[in-house]
Nanobody, 113 residues
Framework: QVQLVESGGGLVQPGGSLRLSCAASGFTFSSAVMRWYRQAPGKERELVAAISSAGNTNYADSVKGRFTISRDNAKNTVYLQLNSLKPEDTAVYYC???????WGQGTRVTVSS
């Protein structure tokens, strides 16, 4: 079955960096659009970044220039590089494949001094 497993979250100081990974299985990864969402405490889940099968990307305005989404089709993995982190980036980050409407379990990112 379709499965997404995120990893790489943690506690980081403001200005720091993290790289999130999402390992996919159960479908033809190279053909699929992949997205990263996040949900902060008390807020709705929001789209952070997306990448097409061709590698085209788009980002939420709040993360443009700081976050980078990428994919490695040989490893069936999508990444989200988080740089220049701010306290407002604190959230649970989720991987999502629209074609199968499937979410990962999420990985928590906490930005705090």
């Amino acid at each position: 079955q379709v499965q997404l497993v995120e990893s790489g979250g943690g506690l980081v100081q403001p200005g720091g960096s993290l790289r999130l990974s999402c390992a996919a299985s159960g479908f033809t990864f190279s053909s699929a659009v992949m997205r990263w969402y996040r949900q902060a405490p008390g807020k709705e889940r929001e789209l952070v970044a997306a990448i097409s099968s061709a590698g085209n990307t788009n980002y939420a305005d709040s993360v443009k220039g700081r976050f980078t989404i990428s994919r490695d089709n040989a490893k069936n993995t999508v990444y989200l590089q988080l740089n220049s982190l701010k306290p407002e980036d604190t959230a649970v980050y989720y991987c999502y494949v629209p074609l199968f409407a499937t979410w990962g379990q999420g990985t928590r990112v906490t930005v705090s001094s």
